[in-house]
T-cell receptor
């Protein structure tokens, strides 16, 4: 079945530094990838949709310059949290789909980011 | 407006009892519907999905869900709960014309021995 690998699973960084999270589709080409943020005991909040070879579409209220998304290939999307601050600490999850709506969405295992 | 609602943020059942987790959506056109399970500090695992084929969908781990257009519902059930079913469950919807998934608020399922 479709597998999405997300790395790292946990990262601790200092305030002001940047952190990159990778999301890879291992056995299929993902034309579209999604990035979510999840606060403790809450649901997933969609941050942005990235399509291979084009700029990401950000949801309302998500800072484009803070959360940089790159989808340079059909198997890799990256989320970079720039100039991280403690309030950026959260659980970030990516998902990918090979294409047609409703076909299926596979999720990565998530990244726990802690900014100290 | 298009939305998805899970009734009950926390459901507690006894081991062996019926599990019923509720999900309703708001849309004039039937969407694609999904149920996911999340264990602590992990990603989401697909339990089952409805994509306009059979209205009764069978998933993994003994779960199933029935799409009822008249009630705009897609409730998740399992006849007999197991301790390993304790987790967070999310109903998600992909509305027609949009690729992104919209998630419900989630329901935490607790199983009592």
């Amino acid at each position: 079945g479709a597998v999405v690998s997300q790395h790292p699973s946990r990262v601790i960084c200092k305030s002001g530094t940047s952190v990159k999270i990778e999301c890879r589709s291992l056995d299929f080409q993902a034309t579209t990838m999604f990035w979510y943020r999840q606060f403790p005991k809450q649901s997933l909040m969609l941050m942005a949709t990235s399509n291979e070879g084009s700029k990401a579409t950000y949801e309302q209220g998500v800072e484009k310059d803070k959360f940089l998304i790159n989808h340079a290939s059909l198997t890799l999307s990256t989320l970079t949290v720039t100039s991280a601050h403690p309030e950026d600490s959260s659980f970030y999850i990516c998902s990918a789909t090979p294409g047609p709506q409703g076909h299926g969405y596979t999720f990565g295992s998530g990244t726990r980011l802690t900014v100290v | 407006a298009q939305s998805v609602t899970q009734l009950g943020s926390h459901v507690s059942v006894s081991e062996g009892a019926l599990v019923l987790l509720r999900c309703n959506y708001s849309s004039s056109v039937p969407p694609y519907l999904f149920w996911y399970v999340q264990y602590p500090n992990q990603g989401l695992q697909l339990l089952l999905k409805y994509t306009s084929a059979a209205t009764l969908v069978k998933g993994i781990n003994g779960f199933e869900a029935e799409f009822k257009k008249s009630e705009t519902s897609f409730h998740l059930t399992k006849p007999s709960a197991h301790m390993s079913d304790a987790a967070e469950y999310f109903c998600a919807v992909s509305f027609q014309g949009a690729q992104k998934l919209v998630f419900g608020q989630g329901t935490r399922l607790t199983i009592n021995p």
